[in-house]
């Protein structure tokens, strides 16, 4: 068994707390991987487990077939008939749910920590047993249409997003919604998902996430127990999309029933390969936080408390993910204001983030809030357990965790100005634009035009 | 006040700085709008937040939706429940605090009976604005000595506001700079609020522009005419952010005028939770509360009509699913049913993938992504809805078999089978409950806000075991009539849109 003791103590500065986390490894043969967060705060327990297979492994034509899979899971196996899984983990006063990304797909339970065999035997049993029948498919393609257009046909911002992302990549599987396109889903089959299903779901592509009450060793017998017979398989090759350079800048309108406009500016950035050697992710995750980790940072300080052009702005970054990453601004304008008036706003801030950089002072309250929220975080096991398997499944390992908080520390102010100039470049950017539709389909009143109050 | 977005049942994720609100959307197989798995009843939103909208996210808490049920296994194990003192300071107060010192951090909340039901009809939006004011320039801070001086510390101050309660929240490391400096923040805040006239300018103009993307939304749409259709001329009418008509008049005097006679010593309640000591949490809850006005206690709300006549309206929308809402009042947090009503909504469609209405339209026929039912108990009778989202063409398919589902739970109450399962699944889970420093502190104030019993907790599994059917149906019968229901229908198919019937 390979142990590690991570203890965030030491992170903290000698900040003494019962709640060290200790988080143990193993793999099974079959390549399964386990990873045990011990804490023992309250007598419960949570199971995660995660493959690495999200809607960026999609095939064109067959987008949304992850979430698909996903929400087919919950049908029944040959052994445990439809319904009776999520059943079984309510008479044990369980909570459940699962969810896709562009990365992977995880399902979990919460219970009391004295029924995580039941769960195990559950998990494992669909991870192999999945009874795909074209009755079931039928009804459950029929509730992610539904889903679809709940989250993202009548939502004009996802709406937004999702004709943007489309916009920004040219070849990355990361243009196609991870829902899918809706005629994608009307042409999908129960063959399609059962194919997913044989591609990806095996023990050698998933990472098993245990956290709570429980103690290491006996997770990893259980694991064995339950986990352990099922056969590893060959995986298919993964393709490795390089997205071609964009060359200038493009923007793109999107009109939908809505009453502000919004404009989101997103430049193509990169994320985390080496969390030792990499400096750039690091400081562009300060960035973030500099323009919008809190309160008083820069663009609701700016745009929206002093010049009031905006009446919300934000900024965000992730620096984890398979694929490449986005370093994105946005704002709604305030009443009588443009969607050209924020971008200029916006513009207005990158340069004096270039010209000036940001201040010492900006600098120790982001990372104040770094420290803290590893303290926080600590009243979250489900959280914890999130953290590590999202850095499993997308290639880094749950070891980068502390080194990520480290690194992040260690920026310093002109490797945020520095990041700022080499990512915030017209040549990569794209301004996506809502331009909102009065309900009753007529023309609204040019934009910019002056209200009455 | 700036909103802690998270379900205060749900398990946090504080995110270090923030990713990005475009990347990584998740999609989930049960809803993310989860019915109420965890309390008994959830919020309604307002102004409805929509997702990734970072705009006026600092307008869109409402309702924490948690409302709280405790058990601890009678048959099996009893489970350890957190050791509350309580006590109560020198202006009247109450304060209950649990002790723990796991995790070196402190988490505060204040309530107050200051939500949106104690506005006035033609000045809805008062109390909200004034909640959201407070931590916009207090004695000797401006809105920007707040801000930075709870990001200086990582410290987080937060809030909630619904029909009854407005609260302001606190998370900080527990030593004693940061959590000293934290607390002398909050404790001008909740005391010595200015409403500065030209910030509320600003914030009156949010404020509109945010119920103008709102009733864009049907979602919002339909919130606000169920409302009305269940409560009529009562407060718990009033849409919580006002509308507006209402908050274009608003003024400075309306924001301090609705302070002095609401944020009252005497009216709130202090929860603590976390790695501190006895001694410092009764001088905390001192420091910030000796200062409130010591105003006398406000009119009580008037009663709710418990019976409304039976409406239908169907309103337009370009949206490509109908939101269908249907309901009525439903119960107090002290009504005598509470224990019934909580366990036989769970079946009907309060208890996620496994609920009737859940197995009969999602399962079964693949109608919606998202059916609930729940009970919003509150200090008067609070909204018992069922809801769902369904393409145009299929809406009245749904509506009705929704309607049928209920009249048949209603004439025939549960099955001892299904009643046994939600009862293991309350009891069962009841140590999830409680597994977080922020789960316990929500459970302390609504413990106090809502005069529960200290016992609460403890006595929460046996009142749950003690639900036999009859009492479910018998619960049911009393407080809900399927002849006499609200329904809402937004996005209505096009043959029948038009106004109410």
């Not at chain 1, 002093?306 to 984890?320: H, I, K, M, N």
């Not at chain 2, 302001?168 to 030593?175: A, D, F, I, M």
Request: proline share 6%; aromatic share 6%; charged share 20%.
């Amino acid at each position: 068994m390979r142990a590690y003791l991570f203890c965030i103590t030491l992170l903290l500065g000698g900040v003494q707390t019962a709640a060290q986390a200790e988080v143990f490894e193993r793999t099974l043969a079959n390549g399964l991987k386990v990873i045990v967060k011990e804490d023992h705060r309250a007598p419960v327990v949570v199971q995660q487990i995660w493959y690495k297979a999200g809607s960026m492994d999609e095939r064109t034509g067959v987008t949304g077939i992850a979430h698909v899979l996903e929400h087919l899971m919950f049908k029944g196996t040959h052994t445990v008939p439809a319904g009776e899984f999520s059943r079984r983990i309510s008479a044990a006063g369980g909570r459940e749910n699962a969810f896709t990304s562009y990365d992977y797909t995880a399902y979990f339970q919460q219970l009391h920590k004295s029924k995580l065999p039941l769960a195990m035997e559950l998990e494992a049993d669909r991870m192999r047993n999945l009874n795909l029948t074209a009755a079931d498919f039928a009804r459950e393609i029929k509730v992610v249409m539904e889903e679809r257009r709940l989250r993202t046909d009548d939502e004009a911002h996802a709406l937004l997003q999702e004709k943007m992302m489309a916009t920004i990549y040219q070849q990355h599987p990361y243009r196609h919604p991870i829902i899918g396109w809706m005629s994608d889903l009307e042409s999908l089959t129960v063959g399609d998902a059962k194919a997913w299903y044989d591609r990806w779901y095996a023990p050698n592509n998933a990472t098993l996430v245990i956290g709570g009450d429980v103690k290491a060793s006996e997770v990893f017998a259980l694991a064995q127990r339950h986990y352990g017979a099922i056969p590893r398989r060959a995986m298919p090759p993964r393709r490795n999309f390089i997205e071609p350079r964009q060359a200038g800048i493009k923007r793109m309108v999107v009109k939908a029933p809505a009453e502000l406009p919004h404009l989101v500016m997103s430049y193509h950035a990169p994320t985390l390969q080496n969390p030792a050697q990499d400096w750039q992710p690091y400081a562009l995750q300060i960035l973030a936080g500099v323009l919008d980790g809190n309160e008083s940072a820069r663009l609701n300080k700016h745009l929206v408390r002093e010049q009031q052009v905006a009446s919300g702005a934000g900024a965000g970054y992730d620096l984890t993910s398979r694929g490449p990453s986005l370093f994105t601004l946005e704002a709604t304008p305030s009443e009588g204001r443009t969607v050209n008036d924020v971008e200029a706003a916006l513009r207005g801030e990158i340069a004096q983030l270039v010209r000036d950089g940001v201040s010492e002072e900006e600098l120790q309250r982001v990372k104040a809030q770094v420290v803290a929220g590893e303290v926080y975080k600590l009243d979250s096991l489900f959280y914890q357990a999130m953290q590590i398997g999202q850095m499993e499944s997308i290639g880094l390992t749950h070891r980068a965790i502390p080194v990520i908080l480290e690194k992040l520390q260690a920026v310093t102010a002109e490797q945020v100005r520095q990041a700022a100039e080499a990512i915030l470049q017209d040549d990569s950017l794209t301004v996506a634009v809502l331009d909102p539709q009065p309900l009753s389909g007529k023309p609204k009143a040019p934009q910019g035009a002056a209200h009455a109050h | 006040m700036h909103i802690n977005p998270n379900n205060p049942l749900e398990n946090s994720t504080p995110t270090p700085p923030p990713a990005s609100p475009l990347k990584g959307r998740e999609y989930a197989a049960a809803s993310d709008f989860q019915p109420p798995l965890q309390g008994e009843g959830w919020g309604r939103d307002g102004l409805n937040s929509a997702n990734g909208q970072s705009g006026i996210k600092t307008l869109h808490k409402r309702l924490f939706g948690l409302l709280v049920v405790w058990l601890s296994l009678s048959v099996t194990t009893a489970f350890a429940t957190p050791n509350i003192q309580h006590w109560q300071s020198a202006g009247g107060t109450k304060v209950l605090f649990v002790e723990n010192h796991d995790i070196p951090m402190l988490d505060v909340s204040v309530s107050l009976p200051a939500g949106s039901s104690f506005d006035a009809a033609e000045k809805s939006g008062v109390a909200g604005l004034t909640h959201h004011l407070l931590d916009l320039g207090a004695e000797g801070l401006s809105e920007d000595d707040i801000a930075r001086g709870m990001a200086d510390i990582g410290a987080q101050l937060g809030g909630s506001f619904d029909q009854d309660r407005a609260s302001v929240s606190l998370r900080t490391l527990s030593s004693a700079a940061q959590r000293d400096k934290a607390l002398d923040i909050m404790a001008r805040v909740l005391q010595r609020p200015l409403f500065p006239e030209a910030i509320l300018v600003r914030e009156k103009t949010r404020v509109i522009a945010a119920l103008k993307e709102a009733e864009t939304k049907p979602e919002s749409i339909a919130d606000k005419a169920f409302h009305k259709a269940v409560f009529g001329m009562h407060p718990y009418a009033l849409p919580v952010s006002g509308d507006v008509a209402s908050v274009e008049k608003i003024t400075v005097q309306d924001l301090s005028g609705f302070y002095r006679a609401h944020y009252r010593a005497g009216g709130a309640v202090v929860a603590i939770m976390g790695d501190i000591t006895r001694p410092q949490a009764e001088a905390i809850a001192q420091q910030l509360t000796e200062k409130l006005p010591s105003s006398d206690a406000p009119a009580a709300l008037p009663e709710v009509a418990m019976h409304i006549p039976a409406s239908e309206q169907r309103i337009a929308h370009p949206a490509s699913q109908s939101h269908i809402l249907v309901g009525a009042p439903g119960m107090a947090r002290n009504d005598p049913d509470y224990f019934p009503l909580y366990v036989g909504n769970h079946i009907l469609g309060g208890g996620g993938f496994v609920s009737r209405l859940m197995n009969e339209v999602r399962e079964k026929r693949g109608l919606a992504y998202s059916v609930y039912s729940y009970f919003m108990p509150l200090k008067q009778p609070g909204a018992f809805q069922l809801g769902l989202q369904t393409k145009k063409e299929q809406a009245d398919e749904a509506l009705q078999l929704v309607r049928h589902t209920l009249a048949e739970f209603i004439a025939k109450g549960p099955t001892e089978k299904e009643l046994l399962a939600a009862k293991q699944n309350i009891i069962g889970g009841f140590p999830l409950r409680i597994d977080s420093n922020r789960k316990i502190l929500d459970y302390l104030s609504i413990i106090g806000f809502y005069d529960l019993p200290l016992t609460y907790l403890d006595d929460f599994t046996r009142r749950v075991e003690q639900v036999n059917v009859a009492q479910v149906r018998d619960a049911f019968r009393r407080h809900i009539d399927p002849q006499a229901m609200a329904t809402v229908i937004v996005g209505a198919p096009e043959e029948k849109s038009g106004q109410v019937k």
